[in-house]
């Protein structure tokens, strides 16, 4: 079964067509406007995904929308099944992937509202699956760059055609939560450390999304001055709701433009989609039958 829809995904590559994958963080659990929308269950090798993706059609383009935390917000950021989701991303033929996330700020210009298209991750997360790879297979890829730049700029350009205030790159820290920061902890991400925005998610999805060779871009959006401020006080989950409003909005806007900037894709020239080359460091004839096999969507083209 899971061969057959791999062979989409090869197809989708070569006709140069963008299918677009949109993962919604907290208070993003749809999008509008699709042609023939229907919600698909897929199963993976890695489990179930966060919850059924929404496909269709949208300004002539593929789109399919995967709520990160499950319609009714029911997986916690330690427990969203992060390989599942971009393992069936990726089984459905995505090739590009936007994830849309709430975050804190570290930055007195970055404010709740704003949206910060990231560029770079600080990874403090520790109780999560962080590798499709390992013993049977191992692989080493890189992450030094971890944002796809042309996925980055269409983010940034439809952003600010939505009359967001955007800014162009910034930090991510990913923490484990599901607690806030102290004000310490917040205080060292700032100062120390040089992170942007906080959240509890994008990591390991990024790693993740270059290890399946997809395009990765994230839509940092701001709702709170996490800890480290002044002026702001404690982070209570209420303020945070309170912008997720607005912030939902603007996002699905930003959404609803990104077809018009990605429908014409070719080889990705950041290298995204041709991450696993020569990544893969386990001699062929010492490679796991049964690792391979849970291999066939992320890793197929190469192995
Ligand atoms: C709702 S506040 C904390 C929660 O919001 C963010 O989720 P997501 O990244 O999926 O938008 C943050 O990472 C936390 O999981
Ligand atoms: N301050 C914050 N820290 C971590 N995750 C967040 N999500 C939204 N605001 C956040």
Not at 81 to 93: F, Q, T
Not at 112 to 119: A, E, L, Q, R, Y
Not at 126 to 143: D, I, N
Not at 275 to 292: F, G, N
């Amino acid at each position: 079964m899971f061969h057959a829809i791999f062979d989409t995904v090869k197809g989708c590559q070569m006709m140069g067509q963008a299918k677009i994958g949109i993962i919604g963080g907290s208070g993003v659990y749809d999008i509008d406007g699709l042609e023939n929308a229907a919600w698909v269950t897929v199963e993976t090798p890695w489990g179930a995904p966060s919850d059924a993706l929404l496909t269709g059609r949208l300004d002539g383009i593929e789109m399919v929308f995967l709520p990160r935390h499950g319609r009714g917000h029911v997986h916690s950021p330690s427990t969203v099944p992060y390989r599942a989701n971009i393992d069936a991303l990726k089984r459905l033929g995505v090739t590009d992937v936007i994830a849309v996330s709430a975050c804190g700020s570290f930055r007195e210009d970055m404010a709740p509202g704003d949206f910060v298209m990231v560029d770079q991750f600080i990874d403090r997360t520790f109780a999560r699956e962080k590798s499709f790879f390992g013993t049977g297979c191992v692989a080493h890829v890189s992450v030094a760059h971890p944002v796809c730049e042309r996925l980055r700029q269409a983010c940034l350009a439809a952003g600010r055609a939505q009359g967001v205030t955007c800014h162009d790159g910034g930090t991510y820290l990913a923490m484990e939560g599901p607690q806030f920061s102290t004000v310490a902890e917040s205080k060292m991400y700032r100062d120390s450390w040089g992170a942007d925005v906080i959240g509890m998610t994008n990591m390991p999805e990024a790693k993740l999304a270059r290890e399946a060779e997809l395009c990765y871009a994230s839509v940092a959006m701001i709702t709170d001055f996490d800890s480290w401020h002044p002026d702001h006080g404690a982070v209570q989950i209420s303020d945070i709701i309170a912008t997720l409003g607005a912030n939902s909005a603007n996002a699905r806007g930003l959404v609803a433009r990104l077809p018009a900037m990605l429908r014409a894709r070719d080889v990705c020239a950041h290298g995204c989609d041709h991450a696993l080359e020569h990544a893969i460091m386990t001699a062929p004839d010492k490679r796991d039958p049964a690792v391979l096999a849970k291999l066939d969507a992320v890793a197929g083209r190469v192995l």
